[in-house]
Structure formats: C-alpha cells, structure tokens
C-alpha cells in the first residue's frame, strides 16, 4: 500500500471516529438534559403531591 493511500486510509478512519465522538455527544447532552429534567420534576418547588411526609 502506497503512501498516499495509507494518509487517505488514516483520514477516512479519523473521520469516522470524529462523526462518532459528535454523535456520542449528542447522546450524552440528551442524557443531561434528562436528568435535569428529573431532578426538576423531584424537587420539592415542583412537587404536586398533596400527601403529608
């Protein structure tokens, strides 16, 4: 395999990885946002239950 197609091969792989670090990102802001989300919905301000505790 010649130079060039090894350097060719090496960014084609780079970017790969590159489309799956943003996509894994993507997730991970959406599971962080979830989970804010939750914590919102437990907290004592947004609670809607009547019951005593």
Excluded: K
Aim: net charge negative.
């Amino acid at each position: 395999m010649s130079y060039e197609a090894v350097v060719q091969q090496q960014a084609l792989r780079l970017a790969d990885l590159a489309r799956r670090v943003a996509e894994v990102d993507q997730w991970i802001q959406v599971l962080l946002d979830w989970i804010e989300t939750a914590i919102h919905d437990m907290s004592p301000e947004t609670a809607t239950d009547e019951r005593t505790v």
